[in-house]
């Protein structure tokens, strides 16, 4: 089966509703079944690339590409887990909404600069870390993106949120990028038992139907510890609920996503090899 990139937006513009430990673990979870993963960190606060590992650099992130200064193959970092990569993010990043408010080329900037990774077929999915706002980075994004992956508490106001974001999708569908859909919206950091919690998923289920994944993930502490350590918790400590619930939510990804492999293969490992191959950018123009 000839691989398909797939180029996902994981947004939320409310903060707080687990979309970076979303973004980091489902990429470890692909990476462990042996799909090639290149997550994009265009939050200038870092925490996808600090998560994975890797320390902020100055110049090594998607700026120097968006400004023409270097190709994008110079910035693609390796993790030390194999099929999992990333284009870190820097302090630089915050002051993009400024900077390139004026561009003309605003909403295509960011397609644009990854256009050589996606036609390079160096990855299964390429996954970007949105900011927590509805401005330019994000809007690029968007445009960017085959999908938008929205992660939400199940709380009062996440029928607002969603309403934000998808009319969102809906203007940039309508204006600049035909393709985009709803990928799929995932419950974060769910207490099982509070009334309300039930009642909100309910009620987002009623609205969206399908587009609701099934797997949840729970409030864990493991969770909450592994951005500190920099390791995602599917690999720090595979057998607690929410990397069981992490791997889960991985496997229904794949099988609304499917790339190169057909879903019926179920090779997995909890914790990949460090890597031993060389970097991903290697190849791409």
């Not at 110079?74 to 030390?80: A, E």
């Not at 644009?112 to 994000?138: H, K, Q, T």
């Not at 799929?184 to 309910?202: E, H, K």
């Not at 920099?230 to 791997?247: I, T």
Request: glycine share 8%; aromatic share 6%; net charge negative.
């Amino acid at each position: 089966m000839e691989r398909r990139t797939k180029t996902i937006a994981i947004a939320n513009q409310k903060g707080g509703v687990g979309k970076t430990t979303t973004v980091v673990n489902l990429a470890a979870a692909l990476s462990a079944r042996h799909r090639t993963v290149l997550v994009v960190d265009l939050d200038p606060q870092a925490h996808a690339t600090l998560g994975l590992g890797l320390e902020k650099q100055d110049g090594v992130s998607i700026y120097p590409v968006l400004t023409g200064a270097k190709p994008v193959a110079d910035v693609i970092q390796p993790t030390k887990w194999q099929n999992l990569n990333v284009i870190p993010s820097e302090v630089d990043l915050a002051g993009a909404e400024l900077e390139f408010g004026a561009r003309e080329d605003r909403l295509e900037m960011i397609r644009n600069a990854l256009a050589p990774v996606r036609e390079s077929g160096a990855f299964d999915y390429i996954i970007l870390d949105c900011p927590p706002s509805l401005g330019i980075v994000m809007t690029s994004s968007l445009v960017a993106a085959d999908g938008v992956l929205i992660p939400i508490q199940a709380e009062f106001l996440a029928m607002d949120g969603l309403a934000l974001i998808t009319g969102s999708i809906e203007r940039i569908r309508a204006s600049a990028n035909p393709v985009l859909e709803l990928n799929g919206i995932v419950f974060t950091m769910v207490n099982t038992v509070a009334r309300l919690t039930q009642d909100v998923m309910a009620e987002v289920r009623k609205h969206f139907g399908e587009k609701v994944y099934e797997t949840t993930i729970p409030r864990n502490v493991r969770v909450s510890e592994a951005p500190s350590m920099g390791v995602p918790v599917v690999f720090l400590d595979p057998r607690s609920k929410g990397a069981e619930s992490y791997r889960a939510f991985a496997w229904e990804f794949m099988a609304k996503n499917p790339t190169r492999y057909q879903i019926e293969d179920k090779r997995d490992s909890a914790v990949p090899e460090e890597r031993g191959t060389p970097p991903a950018g290697a190849g791409i123009g």
